[in-house]
């Protein structure tokens, strides 16, 4: 493998926002440094989230993060690898998580809208959430409209620009 990294950019009146595609044969270390050097480039304004595991601080990447929940009278990070608590309300992580990627479903969770695999609509009324790394959420009955709302305005979206 090259040291160097081939870069082409290519302007297309169609994204509003830059669209980064990484074509590669592995993922690599090189590879993950051109995802964090991009991140800290671009989300600068939606910092790690420091949370612990077993008396431990990690610093989480956003990115990272599948979902956020209150498990009893904790706030709980969970990525596709582990689980951590935050000294944080989950008010408060609203607040810092990035809009754009991370939605309320209920009173007690946030998902990340870019690690769901599938909605389920079901006949009851109400809507589950599958991530990509198996894992299964529900919204609550409070916000099936809003989210429903939400998902056919990101379709429509979706729609135009595939036109």
């Not at 991140?39 to 601080?57: G, L, R, W």
């Not at 919204?139 to 135009?160: F, H, N, P, T, Y």
Request: net charge negative; charged share 30%.
């Amino acid at each position: 493998m090259k040291d160097m990294v081939e870069i082409e950019v290519v302007l297309d009146e169609q994204y509003i926002d830059p669209l980064v595609t990484i074509r590669t044969r592995s993922n690599t270390q090189q590879v993950e440094n051109i995802i964090c050097a991009i991140e800290n480039a671009s989300h600068s304004d939606f910092p790690q989230i420091a949370a612990t595991k077993e008396e431990t601080v990690f610093f989480v990447s956003q990115r990272d993060i599948v979902r956020v929940h209150t498990e009893g009278r904790r706030v709980v990070i969970q990525t596709e690898e582990d689980v951590f608590t935050v000294r944080r309300t989950l008010a408060g992580l609203e607040d810092v998580l990035n809009p754009s990627r991370f939605l309320r479903i209920s009173q007690s969770e946030i998902i990340n809208l870019y690690k769901v695999k599938s909605f389920d609509f079901n006949l009851a009324g109400t809507i589950g959430v599958e991530f990509d790394c198996g894992i299964k959420s529900w919204v609550s009955r409070s916000r099936v409209r809003e989210i429903k709302a939400l998902l056919k305005q990101m379709s429509a979206g979706r729609d135009k620009a595939w036109n």
